[in-house]
């Protein structure tokens, strides 16, 4: 009998930048983006610290889309899914290694930002990390499953001062003011 063993990643932090939304040669939708994580602490001499760590993030089929579509660089999000390590060789002939955190859940824990031109930039004091640049990821996801397919697909139709519009139901339910998308994903609208 094989020793139990558990990969699990959660993580609640805000993105450092906005995601990219990709499509392998297959046509499954690949999604990366940042997040920045920090912990603070107080040393034995009574100063206060704190360090941040930057994570790299990758979302597959429905999940990855969804991402793309909700998400922007400074949202603040709940993931969670498992670490993975890849090995490529670089252009010049080294071996690199990359390790990210494949998610399979997503919650938007912030409210909706307003749009770019609308956000007043931050003001000193702002450390952004020098990112390597990391090939593309792998044509097809290890070991992650598809997106489960929506429980129902009809469109509903409400009356609105005279006007009747459709509203898309197969992915969206409520419970407890948070909306639950399919591929896992969670965000507050």
Known sequence: MAARSLNKTILIGNLTRDPELRYTPAGTAVCSFGL???RAW???AGEKREEAEFHRLVAWNKLAEL????LTKGRKVFVEGRLQTRT?????GTQRTATEIVINDMIILDSRRPPAEEVTPPT???VVPKEEVVPEVPAEPAAVTPAAPPTD???KKS???GKTEEKETKQISRKKGVFFLSGKARARL
């Open 159 to 161: 009356a609105k001062g």
């Open 124 to 126: 000193g004091g702002e």
């Open 153 to 155: 697909t009809g469109k």
């Open 36 to 38: 920045a994580t920090n």
């Open 42 to 44: 107080t040393t034995d």
């Open 67 to 70: 991402c793309a579509q909700l």
């Open 88 to 92: 490529w060789q670089a252009q010049d």
